[in-house]
């Protein structure tokens, strides 16, 4: 509504010393001009808030303040354009106008952002004597609403992503179940048909086809930050060096590979193959960003990272929770870069901006899952036209950490004739490794639950090893096998499954006291496994 504001005689053109008092105690700034432009008055916090003082904007317009005036989305307000203007113009107010202040040459450099509202004051006759302009500043208030709807936005897309690696997870776990038959029976079959039989190419294909697919799926599984590492200490600089002649010839001779690497690099703590289809993926995004050619750089330095920082990405970070030192890997190009649009969902699962036919959109998902899982931090820098540089942050190795130990290089025996609890939901699953385990002597008894499985443990003591599936209905595998531990502290675990999930990992499900058998397997490696850990169980009683 239009507050028309009439002034006596008596006060006419000007104010009341005890009013102008109350006024410089109000925490928003008060202007008042004249009918003919110019500041007649000027409270203390407005002086504050503009960064001029009271006496240098008395007798002044408004328009010849040291200050550029810009609107709510940034851009500079015409002349004549402020409120007050408007009032002088209209004879109406105007209300809750958001502008930005930039003081000239104010020392700070910082934009103010003020709301204003202008009233009209008319006299008794109807003409205008005074506008008077109060302003508060919400420049605080704008920035906290700023780094909200920032976070917001963060954790939407951390929900978005942890959405589509649950259900990726989800179904790279039910589809490993079907790639074991697959592969499992099809190996099989290959075993008992002669080499030239034209049926066997025809099973081998199966196969091959088969085990293409297993790569889909723990791409799906890296994403997903569900797939089971094998981590080792390692310096990236021998990683990164092993790699370059592949790289040289993945990006091709018009794109220069430039190398920059920390002497003193601290180790961390990966699993070797992951963090080269990682560094692979990177590159091979680099080059696609380059088709006329470019340069592609790889740098490895040691970093710390505060806690402004830990604070300010946390919130969207998963991988990294605590300030420190940390070994930063950056792959830089001078491609055609991004937009905001395309860096908000890079990390997307099927997300590409390639043309058909040139990419799956897993590339970066992949190399995302696998550097959080990691424990580390992935960000992408670009701007169109200016190039792309991905970061990736992992923690330093804990001294305490074991390096990888070469397997022993003993052939497995032939089989043995112990007794072993089968368990397993997936029927097909249960069947190719009764099958495998029986052909090699062993005492197999199935069972498609944990319920089922205690039951028949019960029945049937003596039983030398548990082989259980990770993910089961009703009881997990890990509380069968605490269960079956507590009826015998000398049967041994060995867990099988499509994936296992962090929380898992963390509590310790895979740890050098229980085996771990990853989906899908054969029916040779199953049998292998399973004697070498029984093969351990036998060495563990011989030498107590």
């Known amino acids: ?16 010393d005890e009013t102008w008092a109350l006024l410089n105690t109000v925490s928003c700034g008060v202007l008042v001009r004249s009918a003919d432009g110019l500041i007649s008055h000027a409270n203390s916090s407005a002086a504050e808030i503009l960064g001029i003082p009271a006496s240098d904007l008395l007798g002044r317009r408004v328009g010849e303040l040291p200050i550029r005036v810009s609107r709510e989305d940034g851009t500079q307000l015409p002349p004549g354009g402020s409120p007050s203007h408007q009032v002088a113009r209209t004879g109406a107010p105007v209300q809750k106008f958001t502008l930005g202040l930039d003081r000239i040459g104010r020392a700070d450099g910082e934009r103010r ?16 004597v005074h506008i008077v302009t109060t302003f508060a500043d919400v420049t605080e208030g704008r920035r906290v609403q700023a780094e909200l709807l920032a976070s917001e936005a963060r954790f939407r897309q951390a929900q978005k992503m942890e959405a589509v690696g649950l259900l990726a997870g989800g179904i790279a776990h039910d589809f490993n179940n079907l790639l074991t038959a697959i592969i499992g029976f099809g190996d099989i079959v290959s075993t008992q048909i002669p080499e030239d039989d034209p049926i066997h190419s025809h099973v081998q294909e199966i196969v091959s086809a088969g085990e293409r697919a297993v790569d889909l799926t723990r791409q799906l599984l890296a994403f997903s930050r569900r797939h ?42 990966l699993d070797r193959n992951q963090f080269a289809q990682v560094l692979m993926n990177l590159a091979v995004n680099a080059r696609d960003a380059m088709p006329s050619g470019g340069q592609l750089t790889i740098e490895t ?7 402004a920082y830990v604070q300010e990405h946390g919130a969207r970070a998963f991988g990294i929770k605590d300030p420190g030192q940390y070994v930063l890997l950056a792959v830089s190009d001078s491609g055609h870069g991004m937009d905001r649009e395309t860096q908000a969902r890079i990390f997307e699962s099927f997300f590409t901006t390639k043309g058909p036919s040139k990419g799956t959109g897993l590339g970066l998902s992949t190399a995302y899952g696998i550097v959080k899982q990691s424990g580390g931090d992935i960000w992408v820098y670009s701007e169109p036209g200016k190039g792309t540089t991905f970061k990736i942050y992992l923690p330093l190795a804990n001294p305490a950490q074991p390096i990888s130990k070469e397997a022993a290089q003993r052939p497995p025996p032939v089989g043995g004739s112990e007794s072993v609890l089968l368990v397993d939901d997936e029927p097909a699953v249960r069947l190719l490794a009764r099958n495998a385990l029986e052909a090699k002597g062993y005492d197999v008894t199935e069972a498609a639950t944990g319920e089922e499985a205690i039951k028949l443990y019960r029945e049937k003591p003596g039983v030398r090893l548990l082989v259980t599936d990770v993910v089961l209905p009703g009881m997990s595998g890990r509380e069968l096998a605490d269960q079956v531990l507590e009826l015998c502290l000398g049967t041994r675990v060995l867990f099988v499954s499509g994936y296992t999930d962090e929380v898992s990992l963390r509590h310790g499900l895979v740890t050098d006291e229980h085996a ?20 351990d169980a036998s060495d563990e009683a011989l030498a107590s």
Request: no cysteine.
């Open 1 to 16: 509504m239009a507050h028309r504001v009439r002034t006596s005689k008596k006060s006419r053109g000007t104010l009341e």
């Open 516 to 535: 771990y058998l990853q989906k899908p397997f054969t029916s040779t490696s199953l049998a292998r496994k399973v004697r070498e850990v029984l093969d």
């Open 228 to 269: 089971v590492l094998q981590p080792t200490v390692l310096d990236l600089r021998t990683v990164v060096s092993e790699m370059s002649k592949l790289l040289r010839r993945v990006i091709g001779e018009d794109i220069r590979l430039q190398m920059v690497t920390d002497q003193q690099l601290g180790h961390v703590y």
């Open 113 to 128: 952002w003020v709301q204003v509202d202008s009233v009209p004051v008319f006299d008794e006759q109807g003409s205008l």
């Open 301 to 307: 330095r040691n970093v710390e990272l505060d806690e």
